[in-house]
């Protein structure tokens, strides 16, 4: 017989208390599971399955703020943007930790993981994607594989669980070049494959003018070994509240199964629970691919059939190169097709019609030209005048101070350098960089309209260009070609190591084939080099297949994405490839000067140029000297002016 006290008695004894906790412990954690829907035991699952208003800031506001917030009654948003890697941040992240992602999941908030790191070959931020099409595009692979590698790494030690999807930010750039559009969508390509291989989904953040548009294309015409993202977040500021992630610039079959993200309102300070932060507005509709109503990557193009084929009306490419013209002639029914084509395309850009654009005048056109012109109060016509053409080039800019040296905001520069054009002829060519031609356009303006001289655009300015008031057009000199530099630089000498060559020409294709795995792609998983068979196909092509291609592109967004977390580009780089005005033959006036001289008449960097091969005339020094100090004293008040008089006699002569 047992002793009461032995250890059978005392098991049987304790067996429904022993059942009671375990009950309790797997109802708790139960509990917890239904509380924090996008924590599990590995970790938390961003941003999970949600629909509605996000934001996303430079910096991860404090546990105390976003608690604030949460509780708010009047915060709508249930979704926050963080960086979490890139060698590109331009904020710190002291509050981002781990005990941060749990601490929020828990409270409710959806985090979408944000990487900004190396930018687009033909961009002007100091670091970019390698240009290089060798091996189709091997290097550029390997970046996007290691950038991926490193946010995987970033990823985990946040906890943030296998699953989630990772977010690259590739700011805008200026399309339109083979190699930097190539090279850029190979590098994305790299990024998705390496988080798959590591077992995260792969997400993209761009403009939806730019890097969405060429996005869209690739999977419409995808070539062999590219991957896709399986989510997109597209910038596309149009109002305050933009509750949809619709947008022409994604064709409706692609994207479509809860993989959209819409950054509709850029950076503006929203208030909630006594807390101000400066944020981006974004909506979101995601869904954690495999569940319900989700699937990985875009959904296969719809083939359609040969009747809509032989009906459907050709599309315009509205891409920027396209809009952006050195003059804006009086445009009718009877101009050329790239005309009709820019014109239609800023119409339905400020949101005067919804029609794509054709390149061929019909009722819709008049319609929305006519609704243009009693909106700003020109006269009402049928054809768009170079008054029309000037106000509508910055129509719905809000019209920041700009001044020499400005390349922010890019889409203000560029409307500028666009209504100049059509006011003035100043034969800009849209950088987005504010230099000296851009300056010299400015003053010549004011002086002409506004009885101003400063080059300097301020309130006032914008004014006069939103109501279509427009100045002398230039003395008639020898015509240039129409497809004349894209960048507006009358001499251009990039370097070789920062941007591609004067041979990344939009008409040749890279290679087909790579021959060998890029150098730096890593041993795990299936290599960048392994995923790339063909190269992808030129965005600018004129082929049928390339016109089926553009057919998926709309009008540019003026308002282009945000760089809240980017760090700043070099100050005189503009955002285009450099190696296309190289080589477009225009070469600086000839000057009279000294054996070695900066060229400065161009929106960008000043660039020293060796002296003609004939000998310079001779220059008096005192000549010289007195021209140098008449040069100094442009910018002195007149009792300056008087004294430098007074002490050198001789300037006046």
Known sequence: MASPTSPVRALRAARPALVRSALGAAVAALVLSVAAPGASAAG??????????????????????????????????????????????????????????SHQTKMGWHIMPLTVGRQAACSGFSKRVSSSPTNTYAKARSQGWTAASNAVARAKKLGLAKGSTLFYDMESWHTGYTRCDAS??????????????????????????????????????????YHLPDFIWYAQWVTKHQKTTDTPYIDKNHWANHQR????FGGHHARNGGVTLNIDSNWLDVRRLGSAGSTTGPSPSATPSPTATATAAPRFACTQSAITRTAYPATSARSSRALIGALQCLLRNRGFTSANATGAWNKATTTALQKFERSVGLPVGTTATRRVWTALAVNGIKGPRLRNGDSKPAHAVI??????????????????????????????????????????????????????????????????PSSGPARGSIVERPSAAASPSAAARPTATPSASPSASPSASPSAGTSPSASASAAVPSPAASSPSAASADAASAPPVEKGASDRGLAKAHPGAAAGDPARSSASGIKAPTRKAAPERPVVLRDRVPVMHPAPATAAPRVNPMALLTRQLRQVLVNVDVETDRAFRLFIPWLGH
């Open 44 to 101: 938390v699952v961003a941003p999970g399955n949600f629909t509605g208003m996000g934001f996303d800031a430079c910096a991860a506001p404090s546990s105390t703020t976003m608690d604030k917030w949460m509780r708010a009654k009047e915060n709508p948003y249930r979704a926050v943007g963080v960086y979490i890697s890139g060698g590109m941040r331009a904020c710190d992240q002291p509050n981002l930790t781990a005990g941060w992602v």
């Open 184 to 225: 850029t969508l190979w590098f994305l390509s790299a990024w998705t494959n390496s988080l798959h291989s590591a077992g995260y989904a792969g997400g993209v953040y761009s403009s939806a003018s730019t890097g969405i548009t060429l996005l869209n294309r690739m999977a419409s015409n995808r070539p062999k070994g």
């Open 261 to 264: 993200i819409h950054q509709f």
């Open 415 to 480: 409307a500028l350098s666009r209504s100049l054009n059509a006011a003035i002829g100043a034969g800009l060519h849209g950088t987005g960089y504010f230099g000296d031609l851009t300056e010299a356009a400015v003053k010549r303006y004011k002086r002409q309209v506004l009885g101003a001289h400063r080059g300097i655009v301020g309130p006032g300015t914008w004014k006069a260009l939103k109501a279509g008031r427009i100045g002398r057009l230039p003395a008639a000199r020898t015509a240039m």
